[in-house]
């Protein structure tokens, strides 16, 4: 996957996206990523990249020219730019759903604005446009590194167990069951038997209780969108009725 990141403040991704599960996966060439300063494609003698909004009003807007020509420069060096992606508080709420649609994309071209916002007609460059939820950042950076973490651990060989990404939380549709490692009993506080019995049969429809009862508690607007199972009909039933 080619990932192209637009932004002010390049800086801010170098550890991020050198690390870790990102770090890997550029080391493999299982992912490329290349920023880029649209300051460097400013015509203003003094490099701004804003300017008042026309009508007046608080705060100063992101120019059009500069972004536009830095995504003509990345579009020609990249042979193309993928699907343009807009950090915006107006844009469609990034979860699970995004992250797998977007895992499946050959390229991605990420904007990140500062300031106030945007001329408006930056938006006639973009495809899609994603917003973390109802709160405010002082810029994109933060969310599209967010945005590029949960895309790039779903794609292949990216993580070390390819059984690792479709069981976590919200993939499944549910939040993800309780998990243990050594000791059995630690403090006083035991492993339940079912995990300890190797009958794997038994461990899975445990865990699949366990998501269930912990969506139920935490996240019930997730079970009342999910396409219930008989069993979980009846599980959510009894969790209904207060009896688990």
Not at 3 to 13: T, Y
Not at 202 to 212: L, P, S
């Amino acid at each position: 996957m080619k990932i192209d990141i637009l932004s002010l403040f390049p800086e801010m991704f170098t550890g991020p996206l050198s690390s870790s599960i990102i770090g890997k996966a550029i080391e493999k060439e299982i992912l490329d990523i290349q920023l880029t300063n649209f300051r460097d494609y400013t015509t203003d003698r003094q490099n701004h990249v804003d300017d008042y909004p026309y009508g007046g009003g608080a705060g100063m807007l992101l120019q059009a020219q500069p972004i536009y020509d830095a995504l003509d420069h990345v579009k020609d060096d990249r042979q193309g730019l993928g699907r343009v992606i807009l950090l915006d508080p107006a844009g469609r709420k990034f979860d699970q759903k995004a992250a797998e649609e977007l895992a499946q994309e050959p390229q991605l071209t990420f904007i990140c604005g500062h300031y106030e916002g945007y001329d408006e007609r930056v938006k006639e460059r973009v495809t899609d446009e994603f917003s973390l939820g109802d709160f405010v950042l002082t810029g994109g950076e933060l969310g599209a590194m967010v945005m590029i973490d949960a895309t790039v651990r779903l794609l292949p060989e990216v993580l070390g167990n390819s059984a690792s990404a479709p069981g976590d939380s919200f993939s499944s549709g549910l939040l993800e069951y309780p998990q243990y490692t050594r000791p059995a009993n630690f403090r006083g506080m035991k492993v339940p038997d079912v995990l300890l019995s190797g009958d794997h049969q038994k461990i899975a429809k445990w865990r699949q209780r366990q998501a269930f009862n912990k969506t139920f508690a935490r996240r019930p607007d997730m079970i009342e969108k999910r396409e219930l199972s008989k069993i979980e009909k009846q599980w959510l039933q009894k969790l209904q009725q207060g009896r688990i």
